[in-house]
């Protein structure tokens, strides 16, 4: 089983709400990452986590706050965004050990900033 | 210059042709190199990984990797409209495993 689910499917808020995205997964990884995707381009990095520690964080804007409360789940929290952070975000997960390119993408949260 | 290049497209091509998808680097220290397939509003998914140079061959699909030209191709022999989807280019160091640099993705129409 290479599945990685996330919640919700679709999310519409306001530049004055908080919100946040999940991320779940029962094979056993122990990094994941959040990606941040933008119509017709590819993925971008926003956080990687090994181990449930943070290791990379792409200069991110400090209106996105990862969590991850136990190896398999993954937070994202979102709070005071902007219509440019109107986004398909992507969660994946790999081996701790090795294979860490070996990526699985879970099938994505679509978000609309209004 | 990107590190990874990889032509947009789009590519149109009858059910049964075989495809030919590639990328270039620039970056001699890639190692690990991926492809993956998505489909409109849905996630990546990996469909094929090679480390260093070399074939693999899985089903339909095939990837090669030519170290000395830095350059890999994805070819999909008897392609289905199935099949019709954005194709990612990805590659990785040994060292910097965790990001992947992806390509810009080519999109893939298989007409029947």
């Known amino acids: 089983d290479t599945e990685v689910t996330q919640t919700p499917k679709h999310l519409v808020m306001g530049m004055t709400n908080k919100k946040s995205l999940k991320c779940e997964q029962h094979?056993?990884?122990?990094?994941m990452y959040w990606y941040k995707q933008k119509a017709k381009k590819p993925p971008e990095l926003m956080f990687v986590y090994s181990y449930e520690k943070l290791s990379i964080n792409e200069s991110v804007p400090s209106r996105f706050s990862p969590e991850c409360p136990n190896s398999s789940l993954l937070n994202l929290h979102l709070h005071a965004l902007q219509p440019e952070d109107s986004a398909l975000y992507l969660c994946?997960?790999?081996?701790?050990?090795?294979?860490?390119?070996?990526?699985?993408f879970g099938p994505g949260t679509r978000l609309t900033v209004t | 210059q990107k590190e990874v290049e990889q032509d947009p497209g789009p590519l149109s091509v009858p059910e049964g042709a075989i495809v030919s998808l590639n990328c270039t680097y620039s970056n001699s220290a890639f190692q690990y190199f991926m492809w993956y397939r998505q489909y409109s509003r849905k996630g990546p998914e990996l469909l094929m990984y090679?480390?260093?140079?070399g074939n693999k061959e899985d089903g339909r699909f095939t990837a090669q990797v030519d170290k000395s030209s830095k350059y890999i191709s994805l070819f999909i022999r008897d392609s289905q409209p199935s099949d019709s989807a954005t194709y990612l280019c990805?590659?990785?160091?040994?060292?910097?495993?965790?990001?992947?640099?992806f390509g810009q993705g080519t999109r893939l129409t298989i007409n029947p």
């Open positions: 990805a590659m990785s160091s040994i060292q910097g495993a965790q990001k992947l640099v």
């Open positions: 090679t480390y260093s140079s």
């Open positions: 994946a997960s790999s081996s701790g050990q090795g294979r860490t390119y070996e990526q699985y």
């Open positions: 094979m056993g990884h122990r990094a």
